[in-house]
T-cell receptor, first 114, second 112 residues
Framework: KQEVTQIPAALSVPEGENLVLNCSFT??????LQWFRQDPGKGLTSLLLIQSSQREQTSGRLNASLDKSSGRSTLYIAASQPGDSATYLCAVRNYNTNAGKSTFGDGTTLTVKP | KAGVTQTPRYLIKTRGQQVTLSCSPI?????VSWYQQTPGQGLQFLFE???????NKGNFPGRFSGRQFSNSRSEMNVSTLELGDSALYLC???????????FGPGTRLTVT
């Protein structure tokens, strides 16, 4: 059974700082890993998708890496801004004959202080 | 391109009632997944539909059911509502292959 852990649960940083969010998973037989952000009471917004065969993906100030062998992914946010304040979730999609389902971590709540 | 839409956005129901939630995926997406989000349990997978067939099911009681129509729109139904069913219900659609999930805004269900 896939288990996904995100550490830390909460993070507070001053504006402009670079930061790293962590995601660990127990079953390396994954199809893909996706990072999302969620604002309070809202749905999830997709940030980056990394396929099983990829090592990293970049979008603007965001960079996500994937190391299947160690069961880890990181989300790097450069030059953080107050608008980045949100909960960040990672989701791992396992591969089986029916292309699996996604297992989510509990998220890291990020606060960027002006 | 229109995003994933969910209706209704908010619902208040009484214990014992039943409820139906609707999800319209992004045009061209044939996979629809449903999730329940609560403060205590986080995001939990309910079920996934592809081309009108349920492909995966999470660990929820039989009171939770769903279906998908030929136009890929999906509904989920919860019968005999319990207080613990109060949650944000999210649906996500994706295209086969990359399976990048796009979420709707959710339906906030409150059971009193």
């Amino acid at each position: 059974k896939q288990e996904v852990t995100q550490i830390p649960a909460a993070l507070s940083v001053p504006e402009g700082e670079n930061l790293v969010l962590n995601c660990s998973f127990t079953d390396s037989a994954i199809y893909n890993l996706q990072w999302f952000r969620q604002d309070p009471g809202k749905g999830l917004t997709s940030l980056l998708l990394i396929q099983s065969s990829q090592r990293e993906q970049t979008s603007g100030r965001l960079n996500a890496s994937l190391d299947k062998s160690s069961g880890r992914s990181t989300l790097y946010i450069a030059a953080s801004q107050p608008g980045d304040s949100a909960t960040y979730l990672c989701a791992v999609r396992n591969y089986n004959t029916n292309a699996g389902k996604s297992t989510f971590g509990d998220g890291t709540t990020l606060t960027v202080k002006p | 391109k229109a995003g994933v839409t969910q209706t209704p956005r908010y619902l208040i129901k009484t214990r014992g009632q039943q409820v139906t939630l609707s999800c319209s995926p992004i045009s061209g997406h044939r996979s629809v997944s449903w999730y329940q989000q609560t403060p205590g349990q986080g995001l939990q997978f309910l079920f996934e539909y592809f081309s009108e067939t349920q492909r995966n099911k999470g660990n929820f009681p039989g009171r939770f059911s769903g279906r998908q129509f030929s136009n890929s729109r999906s509904e989920m139904n919860v019968s005999t509502l319990e207080l613990g069913d109060s949650a944000l219900y999210l649906c996500a659609s994706s295209r086969q292959g990359p399976y990048e999930q796009y979420f709707g805004p959710g339906t906030r269900l409150t059971v009193t």
